[in-house]
Nanobody, 119 residues
C-alpha cells in the first residue's frame, strides 16, 4: 500500500503564492507519473501538473507560466509552486501517483489540501 501525504494549502490573496508538497511512502514499485489534480466545488477533478518517469512535464493550460512542478526522487516527494494565484485557482488539490510493476498500474490519491484564493 502507498500513502500520499500532502501539505501546504491555505488562504492567500490574488497575486500571491503557495507551495504544495506531497510525500509518497510505502510499497512503491516504480513511480510512472506523480503530480497534482484539483477539484473546485461542483466541478470534475482536473489535471494541474504532472511529472512523468522520464522527467516529462505536463501542465494544464490555465496554469502554464504560473505554476511549477518539481520532484525530489530520493524522497519520493513532489512539489507544486503556485505563483500569481487567481480566485479561479480555488479548489481542493489532490496529489496523484501512478505506480507500475511489470504487469499492473496502480493509482493512488492523497487526501486533498484546500487552496483558497481571495479576490
Amino acid at each position: 500500500q502507498v500513502e500520499l501525504v500532502g501539505s501546504g494549502g491555505g488562504l492567500v490573496q490574488a497575486g500571491g503564492s503557495l507551495k504544495l508538497s506531497c510525500a509518497a511512502s510505502g510499497s512503491i514499485f516504480s513511480i510512472n507519473v506523480i503530480g497534482w489534480y484539483r477539484q473546485a466545488p461542483g466541478e470534475q477533478r482536473q489535471l494541474v501538473a504532472t511529472i512523468g518517469n522520464g522527467g516529462s512535464l505536463n501542465y494544464a493550460d490555465s496554469v502554464k507560466g504560473r505554476f511549477t512542478i518539481s520532484r525530489d526522487n530520493a524522497e519520493n516527494t513532489v512539489y507544486l509552486q503556485m505563483n500569481s494565484l487567481k480566485p479561479e485557482d480555488t479548489a481542493v488539490y489532490y496529489c496523484y501517483l501512478e505506480d507500475i510493476d511489470s504487469t499492473t498500474k496502480y493509482i493512488y490519491w492523497g487526501q486533498g489540501t484546500q487552496v483558497t484564493v481571495s479576490s
